[in-house]
């Protein structure tokens, strides 16, 4: 059973730049979450995907924007890139239905680093 | 605030050495709790997982955690530490009863070095 998968796993940017990052969840998950990981603030929640419609958001700015597609794969964007958003993104995914379901397996993750 | 907190930031112990690492967590309800590995450069690996039941629970690798509502803790042990080990150890919890879903809340890590 293929994982979690992340694309790309390493990206540079420049600041005021956009960037749009994939996962491709567990086939059969339906939920998707995102996560933001940083050395001074850690590993942050900010937003889960479940049946194409967001369920929850973590306490990010507008230019943070995520979506999820109909076979369940998810996109985030980030606009507008500062270079504190230079970060390890990870993505997760679960079933998503029912509390037995909760358990999230993570993809490797996307090293994006903003010059 | 829902919150999970890692005392420890850094841990050395020598290889076949007993491992405890601390996890607390302030939350409304009894959060699910988990607890996750994660090798440089690398995404995050379940170890193991309490949603009810048995306060003990056993995971891979060896690793088991003991859930003590008392003391709202749930710190994960090993009996013997292998070199392959060091890495850092995440504690994280949710809240279904809340449909947080899988939005997990992370404690700040404990990074776990092996001493040969």
């Known amino acids: 059973k293929a994982g979690v998968t992340q694309t790309p796993r390493y990206l540079i940017k420049t600041r005021g730049q956009q960037v749009t990052l994939s996962c491709s969840p567990i086939?059969?998950?339906?939920?998707v979450s995102w996560y933001q990981q940083t050395p001074g603030q850690g590993l942050q929640f900010l937003f889960e995907y479940f049946s194409e419609t967001q369920r929850n958001k973590g306490n990010f700015p507008g230019r943070f924007s995520g979506r999820q597609f109909s076979n369940s794969r998810s996109e985030m964007n980030v606009s507008t890139l500062e270079l504190g958003d230079s970060a390890l993104y990870l993505c997760?995914?679960?079933?998503?239905?029912?509390?037995?379901?909760?358990?999230?397996?993570f993809g490797q993750g996307t090293r994006l680093t903003v010059v | 605030a829902q919150s999970v907190t890692q005392p420890d930031i850094h841990i050395t112990v020598s290889e076949g050495a007993s491992l405890e690492l601390r996890c607390n967590y302030s939350y409304g309800a009894t959060p699910y709790l988990f607890w996750y590995v994660q090798s440089p450069g690398q995404g995050l690996q379940l170890l193991l997982k309490?949603?009810?039941?048995?306060?003990l629970v056993q995971g891979i690798k060896g690793f088991e955690a003991e859930f003590k509502r008392s003391q709202s803790s749930f710190n994960l042990r090993k009996p013997s530490v292998h070199w392959s080990d060091a890495a850092e150890y995440f504690c994280?919890?949710?809240?279904?009863?809340?449909?947080?879903?899988?939005?997990?809340?992370f404690g700040g890590g404990t990074r776990l070095m092996v001493k040969p």
């Open positions: 994280a919890a949710t809240d279904l009863y809340n449909n947080a879903g899988n939005m997990l809340t």
């Open positions: 086939s059969g998950h339906r939920s």
């Open positions: 309490y949603f009810s039941g048995d306060t």
């Open positions: 997760a995914s679960s079933p998503g239905a029912g509390r037995v379901n909760t358990e999230a397996f």
